[in-house]
Structures are given as C-alpha cells and as structure tokens.
C-alpha cells in the first residue's frame, strides 16, 4: 500500500484507479472523469494534514486522525479544509463524504455515492446510479442519464437536462425541482412534509401520475390530466400517453407543480 501525509499543495499520479472514497470536512472537492492517468492536485491544506491511501487500484482521501465515531467533538478542537482536485477513469465509482465541504463532480459513468451535511454539491454529465443523502446542503444537477436517489432533511435538489430511468426523492422541508426527460417506463417517486415540488416534463411524456397534498396546491398544465379537491386532500391523477412510466408525489404541505414541455423544446 502507498501511503502519504499532505500538509502542502502538491500533485501525485496513480497507475489506476478502481474506486475513489474521499472524506472532507471543509473545503473543496472536485472529482473528474479523465481518459489521462489517474491524478490528485491539492491546492491547499489548512489544519489537520491529508491523509492518502492507494492499495489494489483503491484510492482514497481523507483527513490525518478523522474518526466519524464523535466527529462533532473531534471538530471542536481542530480545524482542517483542503481544496482538491481528483482525476479518475469515467467508469469508476465514487463515494464522497462532507461535512460543510463543497464537491463537484463531472463526467463519470458508474455508482456515485454522496453524504453531506451542508456542504453543497455540483454533478456535470454525471451518469449511472447516483445517491445523494444531505442535512442542509443543495444537490444541484444536469445532463444526467441513469437512476437518481435523493434524501434531505432541509436540502434542496435541483435537476436540470438529461434523462432518468427512476428518480426518488424525500425530503422534510427542502425542495425538489426537476426538468427532465423519463426513460420509457421511468418511475418517479417524491415525497416531501413541507417542501415545493415542481417537475417540468416532455409533452410526450408516457406515465401514470398521481400527485397528492394534504394542504398544499396542486396545479398541472397537463391536460389529459384530472383534478379532484376534498377536504383533507388535494389530488391530480390520470394517465400521459400509454402510461408507461410512473409519476407520483406526495406532500403534507408543500405545492406541487407538473408542467408541460412544448415539444419543439424537447432534446
């Protein structure tokens, strides 16, 4: 195993890279797909030094002494933000843990895993399976293809371009706004306590949908579809083209939006 200590700007190459894990407390992180040999550029270090490990194509990054076990008492007493940037092969996959670290991540093609606690992230042509759980922090996204699961207390996400074969969305108070195209048989899943919701899909869209508020508003501009008011729910449901997709949302609170794409707008 290689192993290096980094308390100082400094570039290292790899001879390959098969899975890429880093951990960052503060700073900034970004992670891009690269057909040229693996390669890490740190650009800054503050506190607590880098710590890099890379064993049988297995690279990872984090911070020297960085125990998840009490991190919030660990984090009292020492300071660390680095900015780094990661070159990897576009088939690897990647698992990214911030604290209120920010990460951009572009160009990948395999499984993509996120945990942040405010710290905002980008994705750029990122495709393949993506997982993104945050406290505060916004995910934000576009020209994706491949299946989206998303999970916030108070973040939000943000999906613009692209086309998803499954998108799962929960969220307490954040909001979720996507612009997208469905896969055929798609299925789209989002529930929210108080959080906005607003989807602007294809005219061409082809999927059952059920959209549903207790004591938000519901509103479509699709037309095929139909609206039904009761006292404790709010509800939009019918079928866009065959059907062979699925739509559904859900909020206690919050308003839901499903807008129609014009089809001269499509991609």
């Not at 093609?109 to 399976?129: F, H, N, P, Q, Y």
């Not at 509800?235 to 866009?240: D, E, H, S």
């Amino acid at each position: 195993m290689s192993r290096w200590t980094i308390d100082e700007p400094m570039t290292l190459g790899f001879d390959g890279v098969v899975a890429l894990k880093a951990t960052l407390v503060a700073g900034n992180v970004s992670i891009l797909a690269s057909d040229d040999s693996p390669s890490l550029h740190v650009s800054a270090v503050e506190g607590q030094p880098l710590l890099v490990t890379h064993e049988a194509g297995m690279l990872n990054i984090t911070h020297e002494n960085l125990m998840w076990e009490g991190v919030l008492k660990w984090l009292r007493s020492m300071r660390c933000d680095a900015d780094v940037t990661v070159t990897v092969p576009r088939d690897c996959p990647v698992t990214i843990n911030l604290i209120t670290a920010a990460a951009v991540i572009a160009g990948l093609s395999a499984r993509t895993s996120i945990k942040s606690g405010s710290g905002d992230v980008t994705l750029d042509g990122v495709t393949g399976k993506i997982e993104a759980n945050t406290v505060s922090g916004v995910i934000e996204a576009q020209g994706l293809d491949g299946a989206v699961s998303f999970n916030s207390v108070s973040g939000d996400l943000a999906l613009a371009g692209g086309s998803v074969t499954a998108l799962t969305a929960s969220t307490v108070s954040g909001r979720v706004a996507a612009d997208i195209d469905l896969a055929t048989g798609s299925k789209v899943r989002v529930g929210t306590v108080s959080g906005e919701v607003a989807l602007r899909l294809p005219e061409s869209t082809s999927a059952e949908v059920t959209l549903s508020a207790a004591a938000g508003r519901v509103d479509t501009s699709f037309p095929e579809l139909r609206r039904t008011d009761r006292a404790l729910t709010k509800t939009v449901t019918g079928k866009l083209g065959e059907g062979a997709g699925q739509v559904t949302v859900n909020t206690v609170s919050g308003s839901i939006t499903l807008l129609s794409r014009p089809r001269e707008d499509d991609s």
